[in-house]
């Protein structure tokens, strides 16, 4: 990782799941952190330490609203969107306007500022690819009405308009595609594989299999993407991305139900219900462009991430849910 100075840094989305640790990490490494967040689906508490901190504070804002940081800003992560597809797809017209007018205004914001910024795109862009695995260069097969659009869509126009203000403004833009990551503070209630199957495993409850199990994903853990954010946002300017994020180890749903069974030596059942409507089949993402442009590959092993997890999951579950709100 490149040294270098104390940075003025805005997290948006910095209270959900990978914004906070990456708000752990930036604040560690000495830097002045802004988090923004409206807590749709983050939690103050994954924060709250980092309020002992001088260098963080914490700022409650909608980024479907302008935002007025009130202070010199270099480097701006723009993580702010459900990515949960329940989540996402409760208020689906509210999601759209998180992803385009939240890029909007995380680019005016680097604007104004001369900021350099980074957006969190996502393999989704590749919708149900018919190309395996997936290269940046491909376009993707998105369906632009269905259920999974508001997202998928949503974060396609997110990254034209990353583009577009470099070409138009010579902002520094940064993007990156992530696929899907798994760790410590996800929700319990997240609805996304990995928490799902290692809640339920917990609690010896049905685990609930989409389909017949055989599609695939390919997991990355927390700690692994976040070096390669780092990576990417201190890289050079002329590297923008897009650029692919994640394990290249390839695994079907069923295998994740199984290993997560044995590592919980859970007595939990499978239990098969519907494949959501434009669930994708399979999912790989090709990482050579991260390897040669940033020196990132991943390391961490799905067992080890998984075990991480588990250990997580296991004390949330044996532990009511705190009351406190901010
Ligand atoms: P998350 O839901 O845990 O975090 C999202 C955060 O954004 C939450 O804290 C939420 O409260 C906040 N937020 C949502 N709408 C907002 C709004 N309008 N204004 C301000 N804050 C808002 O999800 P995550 O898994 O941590 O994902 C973070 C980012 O990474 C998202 O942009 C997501 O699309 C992207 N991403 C995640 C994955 C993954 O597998 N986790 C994969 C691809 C892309
Ligand atoms: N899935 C499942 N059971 C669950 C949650 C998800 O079988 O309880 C499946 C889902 O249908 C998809 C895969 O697991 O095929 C990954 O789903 P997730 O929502 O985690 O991520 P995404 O579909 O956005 O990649």
Redesign the pocket.
Known sequence: MPVIGKLNIVV????????SHLCDRLVQKGHMVTC????????FDNVRPLLNHRNFSFAE????EPLDIGGPVDRIY???????PP?YQTDPI?TV??CVL?ALHVLELARSTGARVLQ?????VYGDPEIHPQPESYRGSVNPIGPRAC?DEG?RCAEALFFDYRRMHGVAVKVAR?????GPR??EN?G?VISNFVVQALRNKPITLYGDGSQTRSFCYVEDLLNGLELLMESDDQVTGPINLGNPREVTVKEIAHMVLAQTGSRSRLAYHPLPQDDPRRRKPEIGAAAQALGWQPSIPLEQGLRSTIDYFALKVATPAPAAAP
């Open positions: 948006t989305g910095g209270a959900g799941f990978i914004g923004v967040d409206n807590l749709h689906t983050g939690r804002a909608d980024v479907r723009n993580l702010a969107c459900p990515a949960s989540h509210g306007k998180t939240g969190a795109s996502t393999s989704e997202y974060k992530i696929f899907n990551t798994y996800m929700l997240d996304r």
